[in-house]
C-alpha cells in the first residue's frame, strides 16, 4: 500500500521538473545589406556586449568594452567600426531580444 503514495509523489516531482524554462540565445539581427565588412563586424561586435552586459547585470555603457576603445580594424577605418558598435549596442538595449513563444 505505500507504494501507491511514493509513485504519486515520484510522479509529481518528475512532472515538476518539466516545467524549466530553458535558456535561449538570440542571433544578433543583420546589420544593413549595403554595409560594409567593418560596420557588419562592428554592429555585431555591439550588439553581442551589450546583451553579455545585460545577462551579466553590468550598466549599460558602449564606451567600456575593449573592442570600442581599441577596435580590431586598421586605422583608417576605426570611425566606421565604433559608429556601428554603438548602432549594435543601441539596437540591442532598445529592441532588445524577440519576445518568448506563446505559453512562457
Known amino acids: 500500500m505505500k507504494v501507491v503514495p511514493v509513485t504519486l509523489i515520484a510522479a ?4 515538476a521538473g518539466c516545467a524549466h524554462p530553458q535558456p535561449a540565445y538570440y542571433a544578433p539581427p543583420p546589420p544593413p545589406p549595403t554595409a560594409s565588412a567593418v560596420y557588419q563586424q562592428g554592429f555585431h561586435d555591439g550588439f553581442e556586449a551589450a546583451r553579455r552586459d545585460v545577462a551579466d547585470g553590468h550598466p549599460p555603457n558602449f564606451q567600456h568594452h575593449p573592442r570600442f576603445r581599441n ?6 577605418a576605426i570611425a566606421e567600426y565604433r559608429h556601428a558598435f554603438r548602432e549594435g549596442y543601441e539596437r540591442f538595449l532598445h529592441q532588445g531580444p524577440p519576445p518568448p513563444p506563446p505559453g512562457f
Not at 509529481?12 to 512532472?15: K, R, S, Y
Not at 577596435?71 to 583608417?76: G, K, R, T, Y
Open 71 to 76: 577596435p580590431p580594424v586598421p586605422p583608417p
Open 12 to 15: 509529481v516531482l518528475v512532472l
